[in-house]
């Protein structure tokens, strides 16, 4: 029972996380992108471009160990010790960046707990699962 949301969310938490790496790694110098992100111009957007670029791999990689978690599970079943500990792993890892964004100040609350719902929610229905 448990185990359809919990791919849901897990699968909701990857796609978010694809999203996060495209604006960091792809569109971070446009206006739009750099000002989600408090950027204040141009110059700061270019010279910030190549931790934005790194940081959205290590976004996207984590969606990626997820996805491949999901299909795991779907082709092995719940039982599958792989695809489990590999969804484990991508939204714990997801949930912990998530955490230590908070740590950053009181104005990335509200990014965290977006960039930490999905994976938290999925986490656990995993864990129940």
């Known amino acids: 029972m ?12 990857a796609l978010l996380h694809v999203y996060i790496f495209v604006l960091e790694s792809v569109r ?3 206006p739009k992108t750099w000002k989600v992100f ?15 670029y790194n940081q ?3 976004n996207l990689f984590l969606a990626v160990g997820a996805a491949i978690g999901i299909v795991l599970w779907i082709v092995n079943g719940t039982g599958d010790v792989a695809g489990r500990t590999l969804l484990l792993f991508s939204l714990g890892s997801m949930l912990a960046a998530a955490l230590v964004l908070v740590t950053s100040g009181r104005k990335y609350l509200r990014p965290a707990s977006i960039q930490g719902t999905l994976p938290l929610v999925g986490l656990v229905l995993t864990l129940l699962a």
Request: aromatic fraction near 12%.
């Open 56 to 58: 959205g791999f290590y």
């Open 2 to 13: 448990i185990g359809t949301p919990a791919l849901v969310f897990a699968g909701l938490a």
């Open 38 to 52: 408090g950027i204040a111009d141009q110059q700061t957007a270019d010279a910030t471009r190549p931790m934005a």
């Open 28 to 30: 971070w110098t446009q």
